[in-house]
């Protein structure tokens, strides 16, 4: 794991719906690895075309503020498309994008603009996913 420069942009990626220590600890990671940490944050549309209609539970706005509010978190900028993905990409140039491990062996969006890819780890018990399927399970 190398240090890049502090003026380094590092981004982050997700729908960040229902933040728990998993993203925390990410967000945390992605932090270490340059000095401006910016987030693209899925809008609700893209959320529900990804993951259902139930889909997000927390507003973009909402999830906007909360990962603006964290200390780790330098810019959070939403994104609709893949191709606004790329777009923002483009616009902030990182030297370091972050993800989550589950995709170390597929195609990666904007790879060719993301600088060096690093994949962080998931922890075990942490998914938000799992955590609205448990809440739906005690009602």
Not at 28 to 52: C, F, H, P, Q, W
Request: glycine share 8%; with cysteine.
């Amino acid at each position: 794991m190398s240090k890049f420069n502090h003026y380094d942009t590092v981004w982050v990626n997700g729908c960040f719906d229902i933040l728990h220590v998993g993203h925390i600890r990410m967000l945390e990671y992605a932090s270490s690895l340059g000095g401006r940490m910016v987030v693209g944050v899925d809008t609700d549309e893209r959320i529900k075309s990804l993951k259902g209609e139930s889909r997000p539970v927390n507003t973009l706005e909402d999830r906007m503020e909360i990962l603006r509010s964290l200390r780790h978190v330098d810019v959070a900028v939403p994104f609709e498309s893949e191709e606004q993905l790329i777009a923002l990409l483009c616009e902030f140039r990182p030297v370091c994008r972050v993800l989550g491990s589950e995709y170390r062996d597929l195609p990666i969006v904007g790879a060719e603009f993301s600088g060096k890819i690093e994949f962080f780890d998931r922890i075990s018990g942490y998914s938000t996913t799992e955590t609205i399927n448990e809440v739906k399970e005690e009602k």
